[in-house]
């Protein structure tokens, strides 16, 4: 812990962030599951039931309770099943008809509701929000010029801050109408940069579209996508709020350890809230490897398909980038293979439904456990056997690397966060390197991380070494200026002077905290034996202790708010509370400590020992000023 190198800080940084960010990567509707790419001594399973026993193993692994699967294949259902226990407590078995929460897989058919009424004319993706539904509270300070439009809420690219706590936190079972859950806390929509220029994962940007789909059609949103799709799909037990298909057949959700989690009743539930079997899974997986239609009739065109698996709304779509996030349809890779996706998840719930269009295959995965590393292993498991046999797609376009090319090379920062809240160490632990090895780009996090290595289209565009598809491009972004997007990241360069600048302070006020915590013993025992003189002397070691108490606490309390977040952070509480005051206490005690600082910079004690709490002090009043900046020092989690 007192070795403060890059993995020691890397640590740190993450541990701070996970807790303090308010990401919430589980309990939000997890967008982007990620997907740990295949080594070569990674078990490929080769028959369909070395793959059902390594799935069980991993289940068995990770005590998830159960896993559903849906697994759908050129000719048609390949494994529809649930393995494991719906319920531990009642002992019921998982099967076909397990009802699994699914997510922000179900932002999906906020997409395809838009696409249907493009299609009947009734709606366009550039048709602008604040004509369609003026009711609805947000603000965009470019709106004479850059308007958010309906495009923009599916592509996650108006800019909006992604739900704030309370949103997550109201879980009210009457439950609340889709009007009513905008009009509870509006405060997230308001646009960070220009609309269009740069996205950035927003759960607040769907049920305004299905919002629109309600005004257009007059009926509640819910209706008119069991009217229209989940019907025709034959999806009969599909639902997004608790009914009695899921009190029958719905699986407990754990997290913390398998602790068993109350049903949750999404406020913004275009966003996260469907209920859905692994047989479901399997015709809604179906319906998008036959191109839209059901039934054999389609319910949209394959056109409108294509649309919805293209970003088209971003700085970097439009310099020519093929992957990201479309209209609620993102890509993502395994191995030289590019599928189409949506994950999600709640509190106890985990989710990954994808599917490749070229193998006519896909797949959906659901967890009743909060186990992340358990279904990423499962998904990975599950693509190397449906990618077994393909041919490796060829990389075209590479040419040599030119000097424009290579002044791409240095550090860059993230500059379209998800969270407000988050960017304060987002800024900082999200730097990445581009370098140039072998004649090619590499880009890769400075905090370690897996290198991505792309090979040169032309000056602007640079296409993934393993999938061939255009996935770094440079951009002018209206604000920024010249910028990279790699997938959904926006990069804007930065010295390497600063970055590790940041490093170091980091390292070396980490140092000072912990320092001033373990110095205590030596020279509180030196003062309760007179050896320290009253006064100065003894201030100036006292404030810096009682700062990096607080530090200390207010990660006590994160941690323990995160064991329940939404009862325990999304509305004033005792550890709410204590994380406004803890922060406050730290400004606080930083202030007190300059000027006990200056005030006994003349007077006799061990000079070793004054520096050390000055340089503390110095550094805390450095760090509670970034935070103070980022609207971290006073927060207040409820608001």
Same mark, same amino acid.
């Given at each position: ?69 849906? /697994? ?315 990618? &077994? ?16 090319? &290579? ?32 004649? &090619? /780009?590499?880009?890769?996090? =400075? ?9 040169? =289209?032309?000056?602007? &565009? ?34 390497? /002077? ?41 201030? =100036? ?99």
């Amino acid at each position: 812990m007192f070795n403060f190198d890059a993995h020691i800080v890397e640590r740190i940084v993450e541990a701070i962030m996970k807790k303090v960010c308010f990401v919430l990567a589980w309990l939000a509707f997890l967008p982007f599951v990620a997907m740990a790419a295949p080594q070569d001594d990674e078990f490929v399973p080769t028959t369909l039931e070395e793959l059902k026993t390594a799935v069980a193993e991993v289940r068995a692994e990770h005590d998830v309770p159960a896993v559903g699967i849906a /697994l759908v294949g050129p000719d048609g259902p390949v494994w529809i099943d649930a393995i494991g226990k719906a319920d531990l407590e009642r002992d019921v078995d998982g099967d076909a008809d397990t009802m699994f929460r699914i997510g922000s897989t179900s932002k999906m058919f906020v997409a395809l509701a838009v696409l249907r009424l493009v299609e009947q004319g009734r709606l366009s993706l550039d048709d602008r929000v604040a004509e369609l539904a003026p009711e609805i509270a947000f603000r965009n300070r470019w709106a004479a010029t850059d308007p958010v439009r309906v495009v923009h809420l599916l592509e996650h690219t108006t800019g909006w801050d992604d739900l704030h706590l309370p949103e997550y936190a109201h879980s009210d079972p009457t439950p609340a109408t889709l009007r009513e859950g905008l009009d509870f806390h509006p405060h997230s929509r308001v646009s960070r940069w220009k609309p269009g220029s740069r996205m950035a994962y927003c759960n607040a940007g769907p049920p305004v579209a299905a919002y629109i789909v309600e005004k257009l059609t007059g009926q509640d949103f819910e209706d008119y996508v069991w009217e229209q799709f989940f019907e025709p799909l034959g999806m009969e037990t599909m639902t997004y709020r608790l009914s009695e298909a899921y009190t029958e057949h719905g699986a407990t959700l754990y997290a913390n350890g398998n602790q068993p989690q109350d049903y949750w009743h999404i406020i913004m539930r275009p966003s996260g809230s469907i209920n859905a079997s692994p047989r479901d899974m399997a015709r809604f997986l179906r319906f998008f490897l036959d191109r839209g239609r059901a039934g054999g009739r389609p319910l949209v065109s394959e056109t409108s398909l294509q649309r919805m698996e293209r970003a088209e709304s971003t700085a970097g779509a439009r310099a020519g980038l093929e992957t990201g996030y479309g209209l609620h349809n993102y890509s993502s890779r395994h191995e030289h293979w590019v599928y189409r996706e949506h994950g999600g998840g709640v509190n106890g719930g985990l989710t990954n439904f994808a599917y490749l269009p070229e193998a006519g295959a896909g797949h959906a995965i659901m967890i009743n456990s909060d186990n992340g590393a358990a279904l990423r292993e499962i998904t990975r498991l599950v693509r190397a056997w449906q990618t &077994r046999e393909l041919t490796r797609p060829t990389v075209q376009g590479e040419r040599e690397l030119t000097a424009k090319d &290579r002044e791409l090379a240095g550090y860059y920062q993230p500059i379209n966060p998800r969270q407000a809240m988050g960017y304060f160490i987002e800024r900082i632990a999200g730097v990445q390197k581009i370098g140039i090895e072998d004649g &090619r /780009l590499v880009r890769e996090p =400075v905090l370690d991380g897996e290198p991505t290595v792309y090979v040169p =289209v032309d000056e602007n &565009r640079f296409r993934h070494m393993e999938t061939g598809r255009i996935a770094l491009v440079r951009a002018e972004d209206p604000l920024a200026g010249s910028v990279i997007h790699a997938g959904t990241v926006v990069l804007k360069p930065v010295s390497g /002077l600063r970055v590790f600048t940041q490093f170091a302070v980091v390292a070396l006020w980490a140092a000072l905290l912990v320092s001033s915590i373990l110095f205590f013993p030596v020279w509180g025992v030196r003062r309760l034996r007179g050896r320290i003189a009253p006064g100065g002397a003894t201030r =100036v070691r006292v404030w810096p202790l009682l700062a990096a108490v607080s530090v200390v606490a207010f990660v006590g309390l994160v941690r323990l708010g995160f064991e329940d977040p939404f009862a325990r952070l999304g509305a004033p509480t005792p550890v709410s509370v204590g994380i406004l005051l803890m922060t406050l206490a730290f400004a606080l005690f930083t202030l007190l400590g300059l000027h006990c600082a200056w005030n006994a910079r003349n007077v006799p004690m061990n000079r070793v020992a004054y520096w050390h709490s000055t340089v503390a002090t110095l550094l805390n009043f450095v760090v509670a000023s970034y935070l103070l900046l980022n609207g971290v020092i006073g927060l207040m989690t409820w608001a």
